[in-house]
DNA sequence: ATATATTTGCATCGTAGTTGCAATTTATTT
DNA sequence: AAATAAATTGCAACTACGATGCAAATATAT
């Protein structure tokens, strides 16, 4: 777990800063991998209503705070982006998804790579999902 | 449009010949991009019940005639997958999807880079999703 | 043509995404 | 420190997709 204060940390973004969010920044800071609507809720004892967490996803997301993660089950999935700042972590890191635990987890020691696209497409953002199994579960 | 017959296609596939299923099978060929539940409904007419193309759409990739395409908003993506044959076209494509007019495209000229996992994990498939601005749009 | 196997549509349920609004909470001002 | 202004929260409500059971319809095999 990150040593960071999450009233100095969402002050220095420039929000308010409520109960909710200082508990689901918690969470991720807490947790190392992706993290659904679902999961939040529970790791919150249900303290928060779902609109609220889904709100919050949304402005963490708009403040660069956490990122989207595409999946294939139609369950939006998030992770801390920017505070990961060690040696060697890329901001443009990809994602592993375990079959076998379910879970998403970021590798940060893992750049995206470039790619050559057709003429007439221009790139702005990659994201790179590789499934498999998983350190643990192996 | 490719020339494929899909009754011929559907019963080298192994299996039965339905009307919803040439239908929806016909909109695939038709379209060069990824296609939503919704869009598929709505191309079809609306003839077809949303639950049969939930399912035909879970047959077709358990068959591996089309595949499911991660993606960030919570809507599955499907696309065709072995009928492009032509040269050059990599079944182990990339996807792009356009910010301006919404649609996930199918390169199948870039080929997924191999990426190097930390040790621990095994890699089974790699998904890449390009975000920017398409050729049509630029 | 009949029998068997599979698929379809309908009903239905669960869950996620989304918005409006009044009550509450946070920040600012005096 | 209290009053005011601004933003957030929870609730209700609605839409849409994912998913399953089942009887009716359709496709295949005999």
Known sequence: MLEIDT????????????????MILSVFL??????TQAEILRFTNEA?????IW???????SKGIIHA???MDSLARYALLQTKNKAGCFNNHL??????CG?????????VP???LPAGFMSKQTEVIVKGTCKNCK
Chains 1, 2 share one sequence.
Not at 7 to 22: E, H, W
Not at 95 to 100: G, S
């Open 55 to 61: 709100r919050t996803l949304d402005l963490f997301v």
């Open 95 to 100: 994602h592993f998804m375990c079959d076998n």
């Open 114 to 116: 470039s790619i050559t």
């Open 69 to 71: 993660i595409p999946s």
């Open 48 to 52: 928060i209503d779902r609109v609220t």
């Open 7 to 22: 009233v100095v940390f969402l002050k220095s973004m420039g929000v308010y800063i409520t109960d909710a969010r200082r």
């Open 103 to 111: 879970k998403t987890i970021c590798l940060d020691t893992v750049q």
């Open 30 to 35: 807490e947790k190392e991998n992706a993290l």
